[in-house]
């Protein structure tokens, strides 16, 4: 009898080991986070809240995850454009000398910060979806860092289809123009023309403005 | 059709053709009467059978299953006994091996003691002091009856002698009396010698009858197990459930032990092995450490086992003492190692724990100032005070190993007792449905009675009827078809 219930105990621990075994092949737990920056406008006066924002990534970013930041200028789509972008060691001590890099790398692009006359918006997401999907990641987060008003240069086309399948798109202090102030409708149709975008691709799509509450910013 | 068609069948107004439909129903069920109540006795009977003849067998299983757990719980507390003996005999084998070993020895040393008062004692007997031999003829001089002065003086002279021989013989009697008393004072010291030699004996003699009395009671306890008493069988199921609650109690605290262990090397782990890769759901960092502490719980088992202390691997124990050793020595060494590691494993999470607050502090301060920093330690007073939590995280790693160690002595009273406790629990579950399916039978038989009550109902009018024309009729032809 005793040996019996020892040798079930034998079989249930293979049997763990191989179920175990089994997942091995799950998909990618990390997670990728590509923060777009507008640089337009009076956006360069934000830096501080840019800046947290950027803080708050590295601090909650674990090894094995990717972090990007690119600027949204005239003509986004370009490997110009961004500022870093890396994908953290396994090893927690490789990753947080990462992060210190990563870091002084921000301050001096926020150092020399110049302000861009247009807004190319579609340009960087395609960019960021283009580079999230190289991460493989199974978790992939773009936060756009803008008032969500675009402003193409003259010549420029971005009538294409975003490739923002599965990706959490999330607008960050969506400023409030002028003409916003004088018609909030066309704040709420900005924000809806974006959200049905986004969901029209596969993406889901969501806005946080208080940035004092950056706790849920990278929740799915 | 639908409803209102079916109902409207027999005529336009729904009342009419809804009371002929009502006439047609009970007319059939009326003349169904006969083999509805048939079937209704039948299911019940059958519902009945089916849920007693279950009940049965699980009774049947419930005895089984008692009869089993019963086995069990007097065979586990048969080779407890025997261990309890086994542990007594022993322990007088050690004493006997010990004390007795000595008494050759102590033997010789008695009979040593004892010649030796006895040769004193030898020594010592008084030999009284013998006469002088020629006092017959003094004494028959004595008798001559004259007034010769000569023989007055001769006597005198004798008496003289007699005096003096008298006196020296005393003084011999004295010195050797003297020499008696000093050999009987020499004979103290083996006195008390003997007499300490006999206490410690007495002492060794009473200890052994103890361990028999100690004896006695097991076997006492032994014999009763043997017997299969009730009473017996209650006090140990009572015993092995105390033992399963205890023992319980005791592994939730070492998992929680294993838990603070886990957390202490999960962190460094994934400095070693990366945090990237996963088994299954589990990160590779989080399964090397739960790996290395089921490897040391599993080396305490081990070690446990070579003393001899638990006896879950019946093949370790009965290796012989030499090979018992060596695996206990092997597994202590193992158990040590993996210790030290994890004492190492603790000082990296320290140091990890406290780049990552660098880190932190680094980012949450004024951004420009602080990006230029590079991870260079704080003031010397705050490195000593890091110091105290790094020692401490140390230290409890390596002690957490060698307290888990004895996680397997509830781990085997929790087997053991697991075994009749769960066949208990068994037993009640098994009453219990076969109770339940005893009052499933009797509410299956009362059930088909109401529905014969109430089919009877539904068709009282034309039952009414029939039971009115077979009264008018002669002869009292009034048995009914159902009745």
């Avoid at chain 1, 990534?57 to 003509?75: F, K, N, P």
Wanted: glycine share 6%; hydrophobic share 45%; aromatic share 6%.
């Amino acid at each position: 009898m005793m040996q019996a219930a020892k040798n079930a105990l034998a079989a249930l621990t293979l049997a763990g080991i191989a179920a175990a075994s089994a997942g091995c092949a799950d998909a990618n737990r990390n997670t990728a986070v590509y923060l777009l920056l507008d640089t337009s406008g009076t956006y360069t006066e934000e830096i501080d809240r840019a800046n947290a924002i950027v803080n708050y990534l590295l601090g909650s970013l674990d090894t094995g995850d990717s972090l990007a930041v690119a600027r949204i200028d005239s003509a986004s789509f370009s490997e110009e454009d961004i500022v870093e972008r890396t994908t953290f060691d396994g090893q927690p001590s490789k990753a947080n000398e990462q992060k210190r890099g990563f870091r002084r790398t921000m301050t001096a692009f926020f150092d020399d910060l110049e302000s861009a006359p247009y807004t190319d918006i579609r340009g960087g997401l395609l960019q960021a979806g283009e580079w999230l999907e190289e991460t493989d990641a199974g978790e992939r987060h773009i936060l756009i860092f803008s008032d969500l008003k675009e402003e193409l240069p003259p010549g420029h086309r971005r009538d294409f289809e975003l490739p923002l399948k599965n990706t959490d798109v999330v607008a960050l202090n969506v400023a409030k123009l002028r003409p916003d102030q004088v018609d909030p409708q066309r704040y709420l149709d900005r924000l809806d023309s974006w959200r049905q975008e986004v969901a029209e691709v596969g993406g889901r799509f969501r806005m946080i403005n208080d940035l004092s509450r950056l706790e849920g910013l990278l929740r799915q | 059709m639908s409803f209102n068609d079916l109902l409207t069948v027999w005529a336009d107004n729904p009342a009419l053709s809804g009371a002929i439909w009502l006439i047609l129903l009970v007319t059939a069920l009326y003349l169904a009467r006969q083999p509805a109540h048939e079937l209704f006795t039948a299911t019940g009977r059958l519902a009945e059978r089916g849920l007693r003849t279950a009940a049965h067998a699980l009774r049947r299983g419930e005895a089984l299953l008692a009869r089993r757990n019963r086995e069990v719980l007097l065979g586990m507390a048969a080779e407890s006994a025997e261990r309890d003996i086994e542990r007594e005999f022993e322990r007088v084998a050690t004493m006997v091996n010990r004390d007795l070993s000595g008494y050759p020895a102590l033997q010789r040393e008695l009979s040593q003691i004892i010649t030796q008062i006895d040769e004193d004692y030898r020594s010592s007997t008084q030999e009284p002091p013998t006469p002088p031999p020629w006092t017959e003829a003094v004494e028959a001089l004595a008798r001559i009856e004259t007034r010769d002065p000569t023989v007055a003086r001769v006597l005198e002279d004798i008496r003289g002698t007699l005096e003096k021989s008298s006196q020296r013989a005393l003084g011999e009697y004295r010195k050797e009396s003297r020499k008696r008393h000093d050999l009987l004072k020499r004979m103290l010291p083996s006195w008390r010698k003997l007499s300490a030699k006999l206490h410690d004996v007495s002492g060794q003699i009473m200890g052994l009858e103890a361990r028999a009395a100690k004896i006695d009671s097991h076997m006492e306890r032994y014999e009763k197990i043997r017997a299969g008493e009730d009473a017996t069988v209650r006090t140990l199921s009572s015993s092995s459930l105390t033992q399963f609650l205890i023992a319980g109690l005791v592994l939730v605290i070492a998992t929680f032990g294993a838990i603070i262990n886990f957390h202490l090397i999960a962190l460094p782990m994934s400095e070693m092995v990366g945090g990237n890769s996963y088994i299954g759901p589990m990160q590779t960092a989080d399964v090397a450490a739960l790996v290395i502490i089921m490897v040391e719980i599993t080396m305490g088992l081990f070690l446990m086992e070579s003393l001899r202390i638990t006896r879950l691997f019946p093949v370790i124990g009965a290796l012989d003492d030499r090979k018992r050793r060596a695996m206990a020595w092997a597994a202590f060494t193992f158990l040590f190692l993996l210790a030290g590691v994890e004492s190492a494993l603790a000082y990296m999470r320290d140091m990890l724990a406290a780049d990552q607050q660098h880190l932190i502090q680094m980012l949450s301060s004024a951004g420009e100032s602080a990006a230029g920093g590079s991870g260079e330690g704080g003031p010397a007073n705050e490195a000593a005070l890091r110091m105290i939590p790094a020692i401490g995280q140390m230290l409890l790693g390596f002690i957490l190993p060698f307290v888990l160690v004895f996680v397997a002595v509830p781990l085997e009273s929790f087997i053991h007792a697991a075994r009749t406790v769960v066949g208990v629990v068994a037993i009640g579950f098994l009453r219990t449905l076969a109770t339940f399916l005893r009052v499933g039978a009797a509410a299956s038989r009362a059930a088909a009675r109401v529905l014969i009550q109430l089919y009877d109902f539904v068709i009282f009018l034309p039952l009414a009827i029939e039971r009115a024309t077979r009264g008018a009729l002669p002869n009292g032809r009034s048995r009914g078809a159902g009745e």
